[in-house]
Structures are given as C-alpha cells and as structure tokens.
C-alpha cells in the first residue's frame, strides 16, 4: 500500500539523518531559503493557447506551466490576444553545411551521393567563415522563427575530421538559454567506403562529443550492408550513443536495409535508441507490408523522420502513427551544396507538409503542425510543450484566428519562449 503524501510542513519539519546527526528544517528556515532563491515565475498575459476563442493568462514557474496562482512579483509579459502555439522541434537538420548569411553559393550539376560530396568539400574549403559560425548563425535564425529543439547532423569524414561535430557543438554552447541540441556524427562520405572514417565516428562516440552515430545507404552507397550496420550498431551499443541512419533507397533494397537495423535493434537491446532518416522505401510498400513493418518498428520503439520532399517519399504518417511509430518532421540540408533552398523554419516545414500532402480539412492543417511540434519532441526524446500544467514552457506567439490558418498563412513569430524566458521578438534574437 502506497502510504499519503507528506504536507508541505511535515516535510520541511521532518528530520533526516547524514552523518548520524540529525538534521532539522524549520518551516522558517526553508521560507527563508525561498526568500533567497525565488522561483523565476513569469505571466503571459492575455493569449489563446492553440487558439482558444477565449484568452486566458499563462503562468510560467521556473519554466514550466504551473495551474496554480501566479507567484507575488511574477514578471508581467502582454501577449496582446495572440495565439500561443507549442513551439517545434526540427528533428533532422545539417547546419554544418550551411551557407547560411553568407554570399551565394551557384551550383553545378549533380546525379548522385558521391558527386553531392564532392561539392560538398569544395564548398566547405570555400567558406570564409568556420563551421561554429554559419551554423550559429542558422541555428539562431531557427530559434526566431520558433524551433525549440533540433537534432543536428555534422558531417564525420577524413575531408573534416571533427570540425563538423565541434562547430555544431560550439553553436549549441551559444544558443544553450534557447535550444535544445542534440548532435549526431553523421559518415555523408560513408562508413566502410571512405577509409578513417569508422575511425573518426568511434572517436566522436567514445570522446562524449555527440549524442548518436548515423550511418547512410549501407548497400546502394556504401556496398557493405552488414559491415557498416555491424560496425555502427557496435559502437552504439560500447558507448552509450543513439543511432540515427539517413536511408533513401526506394526499392527492396531499402527494406532489407530496414530489416536489418529492425534485427540488430532487437539483438543488441536498443529499444528505443534507434532513429531512420528519410527511409524512402516505406512509402511504397503495399498495405499489409507497411503494416507489418510499422508494427516492427513500433514494437522496438524505433523512429523515423521525414523532410517532406515530394508527395511521393513523404512518409505514411498517419498510418506509422496508428501503429505507435514515433514520426518527426526536419528541414534537411538548408542553403548548401546540394540545394539553394531551405530556411530552418519548421512552420514552413509544416505548411509543406500539408502541401505535399494535399490536404485541406482543419483537423488535417492542425495534425501538419502537431507533427512538426510533438512529432519531433517524440523522436527527440522530449516532453511535449502542450500546456499541460509541468509541460515545458516552449511557446511561440503569432496573429491568427486559429491553428489551420496559422499553417497556411505562416505569419511572423511575434514572441518566442524558451524556458519561460522570452527569447526572440519580430524575427531577431533577444
């Protein structure tokens, strides 16, 4: 039998033993510990959290949402009768490869992986400005426009070596009061093709510097199925690291690639540490087959991100999310080498999530944007920031009438919270 929670009072009077003393906490001397260290309350006055007819105040207690009265000397913030949307999550980005803020990049014609890295490298050695800055400086531009978390691909290759993993890592210390980063040390030039380069990602891993390891096409690109995902799945499973593996065959190749991060998953004990990126082959699988997979899947807690490139590739989310797949939605590649689009902005993501899907009822606009929020906090491992009392207070607030307009329409981010901190007003950084 679960025995009744202590008051407030008993616990501060009750005694605990450390060092065989015992020690007492008047309920005087805890107010007065309170008086010297006050929670950082904050009240977002007037607001329609996801566009409630009605506005409400929105109170913020060391950030998080709090249901209880606003603590006396709350700062006061006006929010004008915007609506208040969670903020989102960018669950598959590479601002190491940004030319963000800079000069124009003119590219030239590319049919395949390989020719993409070459222009890659090329571009890397054009840039004036390091890694750390350009991807600051798109991953400040993100926070503007509402992202409150992103998982970051750097590129892990001898052309690099770290630098990748480190410019990132250094852009993440700089914006640490306004997201939340993980890094994942990703073989573009791949793992078994490219010699030194396992070397490398057992390095990252072992030396703390990311949160996963990533692989790419382990038969159409690397030729080595079983090595590269023995290899990657190894050191994930020695250090401790997720794994997030960009899979973009079409064909039954992808779905043997599937197969096999589905059985070593499962040999190694890594539910719920697995992610696969793109994973282009599921949605032409016929019904019975995609429902079986999506149950694997479920079953071993691995999850799938989808940067909507065209109707056809974009993932069956609906149907994975059935089956209790967790899918999140990401910008890609952003002003690089291989494309001249790209802005970071996940709200745009959303509207073209619901472009390429063709949808138009309300319930359908609202669930683009509810990927783009709590689809990416799924993948990510976070709670969502749904205003539930204790949820993050990870909000963005817009002009609108209600959330499918806000997809559509994609007006400017007024205010951004981070923590119950404002942290972006009108597009520039607080």
């Not at 606003?70 to 913030?77: D, E, I, L, R, S």
């Not at 902005?345 to 509207?351: G, I, N, Y």
Request: aromatic share 4%; hydrophobic share 40%; proline share 6%.
């Amino acid at each position: 039998m679960t025995p009744p929670p202590l008051s407030r009072r008993g616990v501060l009077a009750g005694a605990a033993s450390l060092g065989g003393t015992a020690l007492t906490v008047t309920a005087a001397q805890a107010e007065s510990r309170e008086a010297q260290h006050p929670k950082k309350a904050v009240v977002f006055r007037n607001v329609r959290p996801l566009g409630a007819k009605q506005p409400v105040d929105l109170t913020v207690v060391d950030g998080r949402i709090s249901d209880a009265p606003a603590p006396k000397g709350a700062k006061v913030v006006d929010g004008g009768g915007r609506i208040a949307l969670p903020s989102l999550v960018d669950a598959h980005i590479h601002p190491d490869k940004t030319s963000w803020g800079g000069s124009w990049v003119s590219r030239r014609p590319a049919g395949s992986i390989a020719e993409y890295c070459e222009q890659d490298v090329e571009l890397y050695h054009a840039q004036r400005r390091p890694v750390g800055e350009r991807a600051y400086g798109l991953m400040a531009h993100a926070v503007t426009r509402g992202t409150r978390a992103m998982r970051a691909h750097a590129d892990v290759a001898p052309a690099y070596g770290l630098a990748g993993v480190e410019g990132v890592a250094e852009a993440r210390d700089r914006l640490a009061d306004a997201l939340d980063v993980q890094i994942v040390a990703f073989p573009q030039h791949g793992v078994i093709r490219t010699p030194g380069t396992a070397k490398l990602l057992e390095e990252a891993a072992r030396s703390g510097a990311v949160d996963m390891i990533g692989g790419i096409d382990p038969i159409s690109f690397d030729h080595a199925l079983d090595e590269q995902l023995d290899l990657v799945f190894r050191l994930a499973d020695r250090y401790g690291v997720g794994i997030d593996i960009h899979l973009h065959d079409r064909d039954e190749k992808g779905t043997r690639v599937l197969r096999g991060i589905i059985d070593r998953t499962r040999a190694l004990s890594l539910r719920g540490k697995v992610t696969v990126s793109h994973v282009f082959c599921l949605p032409f699988l016929g019904a019975s087959e995609l429902d079986a997979t999506a149950a694997d899947l479920a079953d071993l807690d691995i999850a799938l991100t989808t940067v909507a490139p065209n109707e056809s590739l974009v993932l069956p989310i609906t149907r994975l999310k059935e089956h209790g797949v967790r899918v999140g939605l990401g910008s890609d590649g952003v002003r690089d080498s291989w494309s001249p689009f790209g802005d970071a902005d996940m709200l745009h993501r959303a509207h073209i999530l619901g472009w390429v899907t063709d949808v138009r009822l309300d319930d359908e606009l609202t669930s683009c944007y509810t990927v783009g929020a709590h689809g990416g906090a799924d993948v990510m491992g976070l709670p969502h920031a749904d205003f539930e009392p204790g949820a993050p207070a990870d909000f963005v607030l817009v002009r609108g009438e209600c959330v499918p307009q806000v997809v559509v329409d994609m007006p400017q981010r007024d205010m951004v919270v981070h923590g119950g901190q404002v942290v972006a007003r009108k597009g520039e950084l607080v």
